[in-house]
């Protein structure tokens, strides 16, 4: 039986202790000397069936930086185009020798069942609108960069809450750290339920701004459907865009996040997305370090 601890399917499936162990853990692999293993050769399969650019090769430089490989399955390309399920799939690479599999999929419980029934230890790149673990840790890791410690501080996560698998995670992550978590959100975009997980929904961002440490800027999930005819992208922009004028109701130390990709001008302006208080390429690059270490867990080579 694999021991469940190699599993990643969702952040809420960890203790905050484990959560803070691979962060830690994350950081160390910044300064490792790569690649990590020399003596074997260990195989990690990538399922990616939604688009993804950061996530995916950021995976893929984690595993070869490790010293491992990846066996990286071209969606469009494959015999998953020809309706060969994700099960099959996966078991097919885990035959190949891949002893992790990464999967993203726009169903949300794909991940949670890959993980029960494979001998592989499953990692979640991104599931429906429920959970992106590995971003709400990276996320968390460039705060923690930042800050030192999330103990007392306060983060909003603002925009298509609703349909944000980011903000799920992100939310799981800053609360294991100790942060306070405001989520600014139009009512078309905010999900009340997630007032029962101890976040406080706001409505207005500009009554929200002056009290943030951090700020995370969601992207309208499009592709996940047209959302509430009452949304209007003109008065959205209006309200909830981050530009420079509205940053300067925040706080000096204001550090703004974006898990990316980014429509620029719409959630957030050039000015602000590419300004001093933007840590959005030090998100990227955290992406790395973090996906090494959830890598080297679900290989079941970390220690401890
Ligand atoms: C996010 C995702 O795919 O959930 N992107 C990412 O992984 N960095 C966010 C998004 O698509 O808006």
New binding site residues.
């Given amino acids: 039986m694999k021991s469940v601890d190699r599993d990643l399917v969702e952040l809420s499936d960890l203790a905050p202790e484990a959560i803070r162990k691979l962060l830690h853990r994350a950081d160390q692999m910044r300064t490792q000397q790569v690649p990590l293993w020399r003596d074997s050769v260990r195989h990690v399969g990538l399922i990616f069936a ?6 995916s090769l950021s995976f893929v430089a984690a595993i070869d930086r490790l010293g491992a490989y990846p066996l990286q399955l071209d969606a469009e390309n494959s015999s998953f185009s020809k309706g060969e399920t994700l099960l099959d799939t996966a078991s097919t690479l885990e035959s190949i020798g891949a002893e992790s599999i990464v999967v ?1 999929d726009g169903n949300e419980m794909s991940a949670r069942s890959l993980a029960e029934h494979c001998d592989a230890g499953v990692i979640n ?2 599931g429906g609108t429920r959970a ?1 673990p590995t ?1 709400g840790l990276l996320d968390a890791l460039t705060l923690l960069d930042e800050f030192g410690d999330l103990e007392g501080k306060t983060v909003g996560i603002v925009g298509d809450v609703l349909r ?3 903000a799920r995670s992100d939310i799981v992550a800053f609360q294991a750290l100790g942060a306070r978590v405001v989520l600014v959100a139009p009512d078309y975009f905010q999900d009340k339920t997630l007032s029962e997980a101890g976040v406080e929904l706001e409505s207005k961002l500009d009554d929200a701004l002056p009290h943030l440490d951090a700020i995370q800027m ?2 309208i ?1 499009k592709e996940r459907g047209d959302g509430d005819p009452e949304h209007n992208l003109q008065n959205y922009v209006r309200d909830y865009r981050l530009d420079e004028r509205r940053l300067a109701l925040a706080r000096p130390s204001l550090v703004v996040l974006h ?3 980014m429509n620029r001008e719409v959630e957030i302006t050039s000015g602000v997305a590419d300004g001093p208080r933007s840590r959005i390429r030090q998100q990227v690059a955290n992406g790395v370090p973090v996906r090494m270490a959830v890598v080297e867990r679900a290989l079941g080579q970390a220690s401890g």
């Fill in positions: 939604e688009p993804s650019t950061r996530t993203r790149a991104g992106h971003q944000s698998r980011v969601l992207r999930q898990p990316g990709p």
